[in-house]
């Protein structure tokens, strides 16, 4: 049985913070706010790794109230979804994902982003997609308020 899943997240930029986007640091006058390392394309690819196991969302399963994993890496949690996914016996087929935002340039960090995220997850980067795009100067994202990130997976359940 093959399902699929979506995930979507949104982080504001803050002062005096790394940016991190799929387990990288990206050099940036801001980074992302958050309660963990804020990497929102992991967030959002989690999510999606989540919805196919018909599983509860990343904050079940790290509460952003745990003072206990503030400042997670947010690899540790596609390792946790790599565990669930073990438990249904489920194998990840591929992930897709774009990151929405007006500035830094991300793209050029897409190989080492894929190269940290399937190693996490226990796949090959080819398996992973990573794109990106502004969103034309227009709303919260083309203020350069934050940035946002949309993902999909599929899994085979055998
Ligand atoms: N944060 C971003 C946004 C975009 N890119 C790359 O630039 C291309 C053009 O983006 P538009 O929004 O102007 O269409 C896009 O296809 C990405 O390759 C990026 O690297 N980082
Ligand atoms: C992993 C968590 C833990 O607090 O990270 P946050 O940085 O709070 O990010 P968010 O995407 O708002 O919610 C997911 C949380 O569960």
């Given at each position: 049985m093959f399902r699929t899943g979506i995930g979507y997240d949104v982080h504001q930029f803050a002062d005096n913070r790394p940016l991190i986007l799929g387990g990288v640091e990206i050099p940036h006058s801001q980074g992302l706010a958050g309660?963990?390392?804020?990497d929102v394309l992991c967030h959002a690819i989690a999510d999606a790794i989540l919805g196919c196991l018909g599983l509860p969302d990343i904050g079940h399963y790290?509460?952003?109230?745990?003072?206990?994993?503030?400042?997670?890496?947010?690899l540790d949690i596609l390792a946790k979804c790599r565990e669930l996914c073990a438990e249904k016996g489920a194998e990840i087929q591929n992930v897709d994902s774009t990151m929405i935002a007006e500035?830094?340039?991300?793209l050029p960090h897409a190989a080492a982003m894929k190269i940290k995220i399937s190693d996490a997850l226990g796949?090959?980067?080819?398996q992973i997609g990573i794109k990106a795009t502004t969103?034309?100067?227009?709303g919260f994202v083309g203020r350069k308020e934050g940035i946002a990130a949309l993902a999909n997976a599929l899994v085979e359940i055998k």
């Open positions: 309660h963990s390392d804020a790290f509460p952003p109230t745990d003072a206990s994993i503030e400042g997670i890496c947010s500035c830094p340039k991300v796949i090959t980067p080819e969103n034309e100067t227009m």
